[in-house]
Every structure is written in C-alpha cells, then in structure tokens.
C-alpha cells in the first residue's frame, strides 16, 4: 500500500481570514506534520484553484484539505478542482477558518489563530 501524500491549502480570504488569523503560523504548524505539502493563497477560490492543480500533479498528491470558508460555498468549487488535477473529487476537506475562527473571534487573533492550527 503507497503513502497517503496529503497537501494543505490555506486560504487568507483577503483580509477576512488573514485580517484575524496568522496564515504564516499555521502554514509553519502544519509543515511540522507529515503532510507532504502546505501552501498559502491570498484567494484559493479564484487563483488558487490553478495552483492547486498544478501542485496535486507535480507533487503526486492524492488528497487536499482546504483552509478557507464554508464548504456550503466552496465545496463542489474544489472537488472540481480535484477532477480537473485526476483524484477523486471526495479527497478533499474543507476546513472553515472563516467563520469558524477568524469571524467568532475577530478580536482575539491568537485564540483564533490557536484555533484554526488545532
């Protein structure tokens, strides 16, 4: 059986995610894991999308987690991403560090931050 090969995608949602939380921290927390790549975009959504593709083939990766808004949003946005780049598109999460961390605790940016790392 081949190792999972994992990459995390962080989105700053402008200044709605970024505004609160430290991207650079969380990229440097999980890039101490085992996943086999962690990159940051100021919109995953728009020009990330290609970037993601991009690096799921040149990095052999068979699944993606996506650090941004709510997947009511953006989920079928990215499990087409996952078709275009040749994975299944159900190996993705999304991860909710808009709403669920960034809005909640606009006014506490290291618990937020803390958060979104956990």
């Not at 790549?37 to 959504?45: F, K, N, P, T």
């Not at 970037?51 to 068979?62: F, H, K, R, T, W």
């Not at 989920?75 to 999304?94: H, K, L, Q, W």
């Not at 909710?96 to 606009?106: D, G, L």
Request: hydrophobic share 35%.
């Amino acid at each position: 059986m081949s190792e999972d090969r994992t990459g995390v995608f962080i989105c700053h949602c402008g200044t709605n995610i970024a505004g609160t939380v430290n991207c650079q921290m969380i990229t440097e927390a999980i890039g101490r894991t085992d996943v086999a790549l962690v990159r940051e975009h100021a919109y995953m959504c728009t020009g990330g999308q290609s970037q993601i593709v991009s690096d799921i083939q040149e990095y052999d990766l068979d699944r993606i987690v996506v650090a941004a808004c709510s997947p009511m949003i953006h989920d079928e946005t990215f499990r087409s991403v996952c078709t275009e780049a040749g994975i299944n598109p159900y190996m993705i999460e999304m991860v909710n560090i808009r709403e669920q961390c960034s809005w909640i605790q606009a006014h506490q940016p290291v618990e937020a931050t803390q958060k979104a790392i956990d």
